[in-house]
């Protein structure tokens, strides 16, 4: 038969094999009068917690009350953990003498809540419907061998224009509605700062850096002198891509794109190439692909037409290869490039690019 | 542009219908964008890219469709006298700038009546969009949409002197040109003058006082070639733009001057009458017409698909280019059967975009289809590298989501006040100035996140969303001094990575679950200190001593601080003014000789910032400066035994008096050097009550473990006395 020990010291460890002495014989008498009746019940009750001389009296008095002022805090809270315990069982073992269904189902249903009321959600942080979208794009062209490359927003005349085939004073620069930074007229043309306008920049500085073969997207933000509106913003975000080689072909390109459209909208999704105009690549194509939210149908984001013009593209001039000192006898490549806030506004069918820079909260948490 | 399908039909019959022409013509390059009308009067919207100023009218088209559909083309053949009725033309041409003109062409017709225009002509122009004026104008507009020759109609008699100079500006000249406008010349435009004066913008507009009116009864009709760069300075400079400067900027056909100049006399001696002189071309100056090697094997290399050399030859000469079998240097080699053939191919004179073998390759693709180039996927060794700071950015961003800031994007640019005043560490920078900005308000480049950041608070609480949290990633800017990353971009300007956090309003959202209770500068420390907890630097005292962590469990080890590794993280009032002076710090990283570099600035804004910007409750924001924080590890996990041993608790109840901080108070225990002591927790404070003016209490709650062995009574008694003794050093006594 248990008796509870004096104890000299109480440090932890002295007082936890204690209490797991003790906690191993309340489960053991337990155990013994299961199915024992109300009487043999009452009898294990009166001995763990009659007020006089119960075993958790006992243990107030051996222990709580001998301790030194030093050790109080343990011992209390040693001696509140075995008073939980104790009661605990000793009404388990009540109930269970009074009837053995009636005894979960009393004390669990005191404890019943309102499983109707809301959850409490920790919010979560949403990620921005531009950089997630772009960030599936960026995904898509990891997969496919792409490497990132980065350059500065603020650029020279040089990078932004002149390696990229666009003479000074070329009517194609006017199509490109720059922002210019003040007080450069004293430099020479193409080092007067400018915020780039694409992010073709970067495909020039990853040339003049690495030799071929390049496979690289440079995603970023572009600015353009262009009044917002709905459908304009002067800032926006771009992702472009070139792959240079010995043997790139325009056949190439369009396997490339077309892959990674079908990567992006599904399987189902064409790809129609047709001439336009660039002066960074020669030939230019304009790509489009089957519309992916009504399957070629019509809808609004393809304005009925089924098709959805989305990437410029085209393989790289040789006069840009000059300027990185690549010979264009020797290699071949292609570059495209797209807008990431018009997709966006195509995928969420957001009809206001401005949405997209007003930090609305309520905007924001729809793409939760 | 406007496009009549029916017009076209006047130089190339194709059997296929005008839809079936326009879609053939978008996939090869002319994009036909938009239908309009029916029947005969059908017009399309056609999209010509700024390069192919050569279809910028009826004729080019027409030639595209001869090449797709391997048909002919009709040539025009005005029907003009080749010698005038009325004797010889007694007017002198001179071109005295050959650079800004190469070729003058004219004619004159006498005797006209200005009427009304035929009704063939005002129709067809009516249905592409052009008023019809009159039969002379008329005749001159609809050549310019036909063959896109741009040519000009004098009143003869209104020309002084009888003479024609093509010339540069001179000072102080001035002309008023047809719209009304007297415009002040510069000495780099070329005019037409005659024997006394301007008397037409070349190539641009031509003048008021020389202008077609019912009373004109000779004509004299300008069809010219004007140098480019030159139409497009001065176009530009006087903000002009019209049909003639648009093609003339891009190139015009110095071929087709003689034809057009025909053709518009014809039209004019059809419906107006008169008599047409004999042609006066002037020709100063030859555009050359460039000769280009093709190789087919270079077609192939390109395109990725081999074209067969007829089709390639038949492509480029429907296009009108003059095709020769053999290279530019050798004569024909004939290499049948070898897949490879050379051509020596000459450019028409309509085509000053094509001047490259490369140039030809995209004409033949597009006639051949890009449709019919069969797709592949190019063959790739190599590995994808990674940006450096691309897994810190990712970690960054992954927690202040986690944390519950949303992602957002603001503005670049900030209106002055705010680029001067939200600079970060106290350095004046001098911001970037935009030349040609959309705005006032939007006419700096931003020197900081937070003044964006605070515009979108704003939204926010204008609309009725108290409850904000956000976060920005991006770059700003400065001017350069010194060194920094925007040299190593080339650039003079300082543009760099920053990142900013922002929260306003409850803590959590009032509910059965949650009491209302505001955000607090420790909420905003706390989430800043999980993103610190990403890299690898030692959290707490970084004053000399063993580092003693001020958190829970989920801090990191304790680490050794040396050369490479940082020493840890201190916190002070050094905050710019737009921060709350008493509910702000800034946090840095100390190196082992006591150094600090900032990594973030963060608080309470400053409560008349808020004022200013109508901000009506608290906002907490942080700026993070991520170029320094990318310049440390990210922390790798590492795995410490944990203790089988039981941890012991201790509570202090000390008084303190007022403006003894808890650094110094940890300071001080960390000076104790004691190894077991593991955590240092600030349980509670409390000020007033029973306590004496200038005290507040202080709870502090400390562990001790052992990875060793069992803590003794005494030993934990001992070093209990000893932190006592150490607080009491700071005047603070332990509540009795």
Same mark, same amino acid.
């Given at each position: 038969?248990? @008796?509870?020990?004096? &104890? ?94 009636? &005894? ?29 979208? &772009? ?39 006017? @199509? ?29 500085? @990853? ?34 891509? &070139? ?5 790139? @072909?325009?056949?190439?390109? %369009? ?14 999704? %064409? ?98 | ?53 050569? #279809? ?49 062409? *004219? ?17 067809? =122009? ?31 008699? !209104?020309? +002084? ?11 102080? $000249? ?86 057009? *100049?025909?053709?518009?006399? +014809? ?51 429907? =296009? ?36 490259? $073998?490369?140039?030809?390759?995209? +004409? ?6 890009? =449709? !019919? ?46 680029? /001067? ?18 705005? $006032?308000? #939007? ?73 209302? $209770? ?48 940082? *020493? ?42 808020? =004022?200013?910007? !109508? ?34 608790? /201790? ?86």
């Amino acid at each position: 038969m248990y @008796t509870v020990p004096k &104890l000299e010291y109480f440090s932890p460890d002295v007082l936890d094999p204690a209490s797991k002495a003790l906690f191993d014989a309340l489960k053991a008498e337990s155990a013994a009068i299961s199915g024992g009746g109300e009487k043999a019940a009452e009898e294990f009750r009166n001995r763990w917690m009659a007020q006089k001389n119960g075993i958790l009296r006992q243990v107030n008095d051996l222990w709580l009350k001998a301790a030194p002022p030093s050790a109080k805090r343990d011992v209390g809270l040693t001696f509140a953990t075995i008073k939980a315990v104790v009661e605990e069982e000793v009404d388990l073992v009540m109930q269970s003498a009074k009837s053995l269904v009636a &005894l979960p189902t009393a004390r669990l249903k005191s404890q019943t809540l309102d499983i109707s009321l809301p959850g409490i959600e920790r919010p979560l942080g949403v990620r921005h419907p531009v950089l997630r979208t &772009l960030d599936e794009l960026i995904s898509v062209f990891v997969k496919m061998g792409y490497s990132i490359a980065e350059g500065p927003e603020v650029e020279s005349d040089y990078y932004n224009f002149e390696a990229l085939n666009f003479p000074p004073n070329h009517p194609a620069r006017d @199509t490109q509605d720059t922002l210019f930074i003040a007080n450069q007229e004293q430099r020479p043309q193409r080092d007067r700062l400018l915020l780039r306008t694409h992010t073709s920049p970067v495909q020039i500085r @990853t040339m003049e850096k690495a030799a071929p073969p390049v496979r690289v997207i440079c995603p970023g933000k572009v600015h353009r002198n262009d009044a917002p509106d709905a459908t304009h913003s002067p800032v926006f975000h771009q992702l472009e891509g &070139l792959c240079v080689d010995t043997n790139i @072909t325009f056949g190439d390109l %369009k396997g490339t794109l077309d892959h990674a459209m079908k990567s992006l909208f599904g399987s189902a999704v %064409k790809t129609s190439f047709r001439p336009s105009f660039f002066p960074f690549t020669e030939p230019s194509v304009e790509v489009s692909i089957s519309c992916p939210f009504c399957g070629g149908k019509g809808c609004r984001p393809c304005k009925q037409s089924g098709w959805i013009e989305l990437l410029g593209a085209g393989m790289v001039d040789p006069n840009v290869f000059g300027f990185v000192d690549y010979d264009p006898k020797k290699l071949s490549g292609f570059a495209f490039g797209m807008g990431v806030e018009r997709l966006a506004m195509m995928t969420y069918n957001v009809d206001d690019i401005q949405q997209f820079f007003y930090g609305d909260m309520r905007f924001l948490e729809q793409f939760a | 542009m406007r496009i009549s399908p029916n017009w076209i039909r006047d130089f190339v019959s194709p059997t296929a219908s005008d839809r079936e022409v326009a879609e053939a013509l978008t996939v090869s390059g002319i994009a036909i964008e938009g239908y309009f009308g029916e029947g005969a009067d059908q017009t399309w919207e056609a999209e010509i890219t700024t390069n192919r100023v050569d #279809a910028m009218n009826h004729y080019g088209i027409a030639r595209e469709v001869s090449a797709i559909y391997d048909l002919d083309l009709a040539p025009i053949v005005p029907n003009v006298p080749k010698i005038s009725e009325s004797g010889p033309t007694n007017i002198s041409i001179v071109i005295d700038d050959a650079e800004g003109c190469a070729r003058y062409t *004219c004619r004159i017709v006498r005797g006209v009546a200005v009427a009304a225009a035929p009704a063939k002509i005002a129709h067809r =122009l009516e249905l592409i969009d052009q008023r019809s004026i009159s039969n002379v104008a008329d005749a001159s507009n609809y050549v310019l949409n036909e063959l896109g020759q741009p040519t000009h109609a004098f009143d003869l008699d !209104k020309l +002084e002197g009888g003479r024609i100079l093509v010339r540069r500006a001179r000072l102080g $000249e001035t002309l008023t040109t047809l719209d009304g406008v007297e415009r002040k010349l510069a000495s780099e435009d070329l005019v037409i003058a005659d024997a006394s004066k301007p008397v037409a913008l070349a190539g641009i507009m031509g003048g008021e006082a020389t202008m077609i009116t019912s009373a004109t009864r000779n004509v004299l009709i300008e069809s010219a070639w004007f140098d480019p760069a030159s139409i497009r300075r001065t176009a530009r400079r006087l903000g002009m733009h019209t049909d003639a400067s648009h093609r003339y900027e891009r190139g015009a056909d110095c071929g087709i001057t003689p034809l057009a *100049c025909a053709r518009v006399a +014809e039209l004019i001696a059809s419906s107006a009458g008169g008599a047409v002189s004999a042609e006066i071309d002037i020709v100063v100056r030859t555009i050359a017409q460039p000769r280009i090697a093709l190789a087919s094997s270079e077609v192939k290399r390109i395109l990725g698909v081999e074209i067969p050399s007829a089709e390639i030859a038949r492509i480029l000469r429907r =296009l009108g280019f003059t095709v020769e079998a053999g290279g530019p240097f050798k004569p024909s080699v004939g290499l049948s059967g070898s897949g490879h053939t050379e051509f020596t191919v000459t450019v028409p004179t309509w085509r000053l975009d094509v001047e490259r $073998e490369i140039d030809l390759i995209e +004409e033949v693709a597009r006639i051949y289809s890009y =449709l !019919k180039i069969p797709s592949t996927l190019p063959s790739f060794a190599g590995g994808v590298v990674e940006l450096p700071t691309a897994r810190k950015q990712a970690a960054l961003r992954s927690r202040l989501l986690s944390l519950g800031y949303n992602e957002s994007l603001s503005s670049t640019f900030i209106p002055q006040e705010d680029a /001067r005043f939200f600079v970060s560490a106290g350095t004046p920078v001098e911001p970037v100035r935009i030349a040609n900005p959309l705005s $006032e308000e #939007a006419s700096f480049l931003r020197t900081s996140l937070v003044p964006g950041m605070l515009s979108q608070i704003a939204y926010n609480l204008n609309r009725g969303n108290s409850d904000v949290r956000l976060f920005e990633a991006g770059h700003v800017y400065a001017m350069l001094s010194g060194k920094t990353q925007g040299e190593a971009w080339g650039a003079s300007v300082d543009e760099h990575r920053s990142l900013a956090f922002v929260a306003t309003g409850a803590a959590c959202e009032p509910s059965v679950h949650c009491k209302p $209770e505001p955000l607090t500068f420790f909420h905003l420390k706390g989430d800043l200190e999980q993103l610190l907890a990403a890299f690898d630097v030692p959290r707490g005292n970084a004053e000399g001593g063993p580092h003693l962590p001020e958190g829970g469990p989920h801090l990191p080890a304790v680490g050794k601080c040396g050369e490479q590794t940082p *020493c840890g993280i201190t916190f002070d009032r050094t905050v710019p003014a737009w921060l709350h002076p008493g509910r702000a710090a800034r946090a840095q990283v100390v190196d082992k000789n006591g150094a600090g570099k900032t990594l973030a600035i963060f608080g309470q804004l400053h409560p008349e910032v808020a =004022l200013a910007r !109508k901000l009506k409750q608290e906002v907490f924001i942080a700026e993070v400066f991520v170029e320094a924080l990318y310049g440390l590890a990210l922390r790798q996990p590492a795995y410490a035994p944990i203790s089988k041993y039981p941890a012991v608790e /201790r509570d202090f109840s000390f008084v303190l008096p007022e403006g003894v901080e808890f650094a110094s108070i940890r300071h001080q225990l960390s000076a104790l050097h004691i190894a077991e002591l593991t955590t240092l927790l600030p349980a509670e404070t409390f000020r007033g009550g029973s306590l004496a003016a200038g005290t507040y209490s202080f709870l502090l709650r400390v562990r001790f473990q052992s990875a060793e062995r069992t803590l003794r009574d005494d030993e934990v008694a001992a070093w209990s006395q000893q932190i006592v003794k150490s607080v009491e050093s700071l005047g603070g006594s332990l509540r009795q």
